[in-house]
Each structure stands twice: as C-alpha cells, then as structure tokens.
C-alpha cells in the first residue's frame, strides 16, 4: 500500500493561489491504472472531491472548481500538486491527497480510495 503526504502552507490570503504537494512513497505515481486525487473538506461539511491526475498524466476537475483548479505532477520526484487560484474564505478546509485504482472520478466516499494521506488544514484569510 502506498503512503501519501500533503505539504504546504496552512494560511493563504484571499485572491492568493493555495498551492499544495503530495509526496508518495511505496508506489510510482506512473504505475498503469491508478490515479492520484486531491480532496477536501470545509469545516463542517463532507467531502469534495476536486481533481485527479492519472498514471499516464491526464486530468479531470470538478466542473464546479474546474476554472480555478490545476493537478500537475514531477514524476522524477513522484510527487503529484494543487494548484487553487482566487481563493476566498470559502475554500477553508482540509486538503487531502488520496490513491484508487482506477480514475474514480467525482467519488466522495472514503471507501472509494485506497490510501489516503493524513490532511492538511488551510486556512484562507487576511
């Protein structure tokens, strides 16, 4: 089983570009059918399911984030990133990076992933 785990800042200012990385271990992010997702959940909410990027670099957003929303990866690093422009309070939460076999795109139960990393917080304010 793979091991993820989110990196970067916890605060970001509003209209800032929150920008985040998740580091594998165990596991190439290249290896045929599986994807790499980015997830969060605002405080008090469930979760929502943002972007995946898959083993062979392709990626799907959430229409609804898909104007603000960037996945790329460093396959020499196996890391894969978020990029979130515009930022506003509203996208407060935690940030997690997570793993399924098979591009699983929109799912949001936990179930639905394989390995998840432990999270992130980020906090959007001035």
């Known amino acids: 089983q793979v091991q993820l785990q989110e990196s970067g800042p916890g605060l970001v200012k509003p209209s800032q570009t929150l920008s985040l990385t998740c580091t594998v271990s165990?596991?190439?992010?290249?290896?045929?059918?599986?994807?790499w997702h980015w997830i969060r959940q605002p405080p008090g909410k469930g979760l929502e399911w943002m972007g995946v990027?898959?083993?062979?670099?392709?990626?799907y957003y959430n229409p609804s984030l898909k104007s603000r929303t960037s996945i790329s990866r460093d396959t020499s690093k196996n890391q894969f990133s978020l990029q979130l422009t515009s930022v506003t309070p509203e996208d407060t939460a935690v940030y997690y990076c997570a793993e399924s076999d098979g591009l699983r795109v929109g799912a949001t139960e936990r179930n639905a992933y394989d390995s998840w990393g432990q999270g992130t917080q980020v906090t959007v304010s001035s």
């Open positions: 990027i898959a083993y062979d670099g392709s990626c």
């Open positions: 165990g596991g190439s992010i290249t290896t045929s059918h599986y994807a």
